[in-house]
């Protein structure tokens, strides 16, 4: 018992009334009393598997059972990865653990790090010890791991041809991913036979070019209907292959070295079928939705070439000779009004100028001086001003105009 | 641009994402953007039928051994 812990009187019992404990402080004592026993930290089991479950964190619960007795163990996800296989309801297993106490629900339970089929000892042990020489020779790796194509045009499926496990595999691609080919190799897939043939159908596959990847399927069964996929030749055969292998045996819950040395490890054969190939509908959402962005993203470019062409208008109008010619024709206008007004300018001042000469005419006319008393003579026939007396003779005729008319005279004297 | 026909379909699948991410990132002449849109949209109609019209084939080898 560690000192640590506080316990009602000093670490000494006392009786019902004169200290009280609480759930806790006795649940802890249980278990420290259990873990406490040196051969309930050490124990192999015997019994029958029921309820078994694992959780999504990978941790296995299930109940070892015999005629009278029920025991609820754990197995957490380091022991049941190491293990490589699991129970199913109804198998005989022997576990080995520890018993502990889960405070939280007041039970008792095994504690399982190891755990082998009852009376499959010798299989089991083959299995183990044929699982660990290979990881250690390494051809468990991660880094052997091929990767396996995206979108493959020929898959190699080897199974038995009558099995469910064909069928399954065949309804999925047929679904999914209609595109590809099936080259089925047929092999007997339990039995005596079924590791030769099984070797023998991964061969015939992995030396055709045209193969992408091959499916390594049955259906589920017992640890000796799938011992077939736990022989060394066909974990060797696997590791020999160019092309990726997807291993899809047995349900969930089974291991075999197969799955340990394949480069992908389905836990059903439609689930090896479901991880080799894409999927139909999904894809077709990716090619709607890539048409859709092409449309959208050609509608941007149409609507930035149309606003750019508009600019390049605004632009343009700016720079046209329409704008300078606008501007000359209204500088004409201004000149046409302009030369307007000069013309009229000159013309009143034309007008006015004409009047002056009237007045400098009027001013000049003989009618002024004719108008003050003075008389124009002329002869009578020649209309020609007479200017002289040499120019008149006895008997002329003359016509003397006056300011208001004109009368005829007769020169009577020699000049 | 006739060979479309010879693309596999994952060839094609492909060319479509590329023609795609052309179109969006590139900052391109209107009639380079114009020829591939009309690329992608063969592309993907092309793709989307070689889907539709899939059915798949199932060939059993003869084995050596049995």
Avoid at chain 1, 13 to 22: D, I, N, V
Wanted: hydrophobic share 40%; net charge negative.
């Amino acid at each position: 018992m560690t000192p640590s812990r506080a316990l009602p009187g000093n670490g000494q019992y006392q009786l019902p009334g004169l200290g009280t404990w609480t759930v806790s402080q006795l649940t802890d004592h249980i278990k420290e009393l259990l873990e406490f026993d040196a051969e309930l930290q050490d124990v192999w089991l015997e019994g029958e598997v029921s309820n078994l479950t694992q959780s999504t964190a990978g941790h296995v619960y299930f109940t070892l059972k015999d005629t009278s007795a029920a025991l609820n163990c754990v197995m957490w996800r380091s022991a049941a990865g190491r293990l490589g296989w699991l129970p199913r309801q109804g198998d005989a297993v022997v576990a080995h653990g520890r018993v502990s106490v889960y405070p939280a629900r007041g039970v008792y339970q095994l504690y399982v790090d190891q755990l082998r089929p009852a009376g499959l000892g010798d299989l089991h042990a083959q299995f183990e010890e044929l699982r660990d020489r290979l990881r250690a020779e390494g051809l468990f790796d991660t880094e052997r791991k091929r990767p396996c194509p995206p979108f493959p045009r020929v898959l190699g499926v080897v199974t038995s041809p009558h099995a469910a496990a064909l069928r399954d595999v065949l309804n999925v691609l047929r679904r999914r991913y209609p595109l590809a080919q099936v080259l089925l190799a047929p092999a007997l897939v339990q039995g005596e036979q079924a590791p030769a043939q099984i070797v023998s159908a991964l061969q015939v596959l992995d030396a055709r070019d045209d193969v992408d990847v091959i499916l390594l399927v049955r259906g589920g069964g017992s640890l000796e209907e799938l011992w077939a996929f736990n022989d060394e030749r066909v974990a060797r055969a696997i590791a020999a292959c160019r092309h990726p292998i997807i291993s899809g045996v047995g349900h969930e819950t089974d291991f075999t070295i197969t799955d340990f040395v394949a480069d992908l490890r389905a836990p059903t054969p439609s689930a090896a079928a479901e991880l080799a190939v894409p999927d139909r509908d999904e894809l077709q959402q990716r090619i709607q939705a890539w048409a859709g962005q092409l449309e959208s993203t050609m509608n941007r470019f149409q609507r930035q070439a149309r606003e750019a062409l508009l600019q390049q208008q605004r632009a343009l109008q700016r720079l046209s000779p329409q704008a300078r010619i606008d501007t000359d024709r209204q500088r004409v206008d201004e000149l046409v009004r302009r030369g307007g007004r000069a013309l009229a300018h000159a013309l009143s001042l034309h007008r006015s100028g004409v009047a002056g000469f009237h007045a400098r005419l009027v001013a000049l006319s003989p009618d002024a001086t004719l108008r003050r008393g003075y008389a124009i003579v002329r002869q009578a026939n020649s209309r020609d001003v007479v200017r002289s007396v040499q120019q008149v003779q006895r008997g002329d005729r003359l016509a003397i105009q006056v300011q208001d008319g004109e009368f005829s005279a007769v020169t009577r004297v020699e000049p | 641009m006739n060979d479309l026909e010879k693309l596999t379909f994952e060839e094609a699948f492909r060319e479509l994402e590329v023609t795609v991410q052309q179109l969006e990132e590139g900052d391109l002449p209107l009639e380079q953007a114009i020829s591939l849109y009309e690329w992608g949209m063969r592309l993907a109609q092309h793709c989307s039928d070689v889907l539709d019209a899939a059915e798949l084939r199932v060939q059993e080898l003869g084995t050596r051994d049995g």
